[in-house]
């Protein structure tokens, strides 16, 4: 109860300083999907210094500089996460973490092609090399090591459900017996919510738009994914959707990359403990995630390997 409470109050306070930032036009934004993270948020992000006369010993990186861009897949419908506006703009914390690391491999950020690359293709895409890095709520685990690379973790989120507002039936994992819930081809909440312990039913889609608009259509009755993911979808829509707020799993995300790849990973990691040292990070995380609802809270250990 206090957490829903204290959830709602922070939506609120996210869609008053939308509503700034639009100049207040929107009389009725709680019906209306906004941005996700842009207008305000944007003035607020730091930028990163780009490193000069990087050299690492990674066939990723001397492909990429050869090139001259670094190739990132990213979510494009996750707001405050990894969102792309009609205009192809992207914005997030994912967003955010991949401009810092691109830095400091040596590349700005119009040398960064992002690539679109939804869950359930993310471990061939990489491992195919179609993408030089990955940065889009990537829970690192044992069997996805056993095909890409992580450097990480960079954020702790665990799995949650989304419902519509004031649904009182649906407390938390516990409470789907004979319910449907939607949730993503390719996740670690799917595997999860499919134990037959739940007693749940599942709709398992390509994309958590899509899952969220079944919800709204009533079409199903809850959706699962990292509470990250959901705060960004209720925070969009505060009068017909909110979060249970009873994390169920455990969700370190990591940014994926070539598993054989072992200088990209260091780098990569020394990039995040970098930017988490000097504050970049904490100020990327407010002006994105952290306006969906979710306060700072300092990254976990980096775990190298
Ligand atoms: N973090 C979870 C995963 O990597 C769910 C979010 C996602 O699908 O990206 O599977």
């Given at each position: ?82 969102f792309e506006d ?54 690192i685990n044992d ?17 949650d459900l989304l ?143």
């Open positions: 109860m206090k957490l829903r409470k204290s959830a709602s109050v922070a939506v609120l306070a996210t869609l008053a300083l939308a509503m700034t930032a639009c100049g207040g036009k929107s009389g009725n934004a709680g019906d209306q999907p906004s941005g996700g993270g842009s207008g305000k948020a944007a003035a607020k992000l730091p930028s990163y210094a780009v490193a000069t006369g990087v050299k690492i010993d990674s066939a990723t990186l001397e492909r990429a500089q050869k090139a001259g861009k670094l190739v990132i897949g990213a979510k494009n419908d996750q707001p405050y996460l990894g009609t205009t192809g703009k992207r914005s997030g914390f994912d967003i955010e973490i991949a401009k810092m690391v691109a830095a400091d491999l040596g590349f700005k950020p119009e040398q960064i092609e992002f690539k679109t690359v939804d869950s359930n293709v993310r471990e061939t895409t990489i491992s195919k090399g179609e993408v030089d890095l990955y940065v889009g709520t990537y829970t069997k996805r090591k056993k095909q890409v690379g992580f450097a990480g973790p960079y954020f702790l989120a665990g799995a419902v519509r507002k004031g649904d009182k039936a649906i407390t938390g994992p516990d409470s789907l017996k004979g319910k449907t819930v939607c949730s993503i081809k390719g996740s670690t909440p799917l595997q999860e919510i499919k134990k037959p312990k739940y007693g749940a039913k599942t709709v398992e889609l390509s994309k958590y738009s899509e899952c969220v608009q079944q919800l709204l259509n009533n079409e199903v009755d809850a959706v699962t994914t990292d509470d990250a993911i959901l705060k960004g979808y209720a925070a969009q829509r505060p009068a017909k959707l909110e979060v249970v707020g009873k994390p169920f799993t455990k969700e370190p995300y990591g940014v994926g990359m070539n598993k054989d790849d072992k200088a990209l990973r260091d780098a990569v990691a020394d990039a995040l403990e970098k930017h988490e040292k000097n504050g970049d990070y904490k100020k990327a995380y407010d002006a994105t995630l952290g306006l969906s609802g979710s306060p700072y809270t300092a990254p976990p250990a980096l775990e190298r390997y």
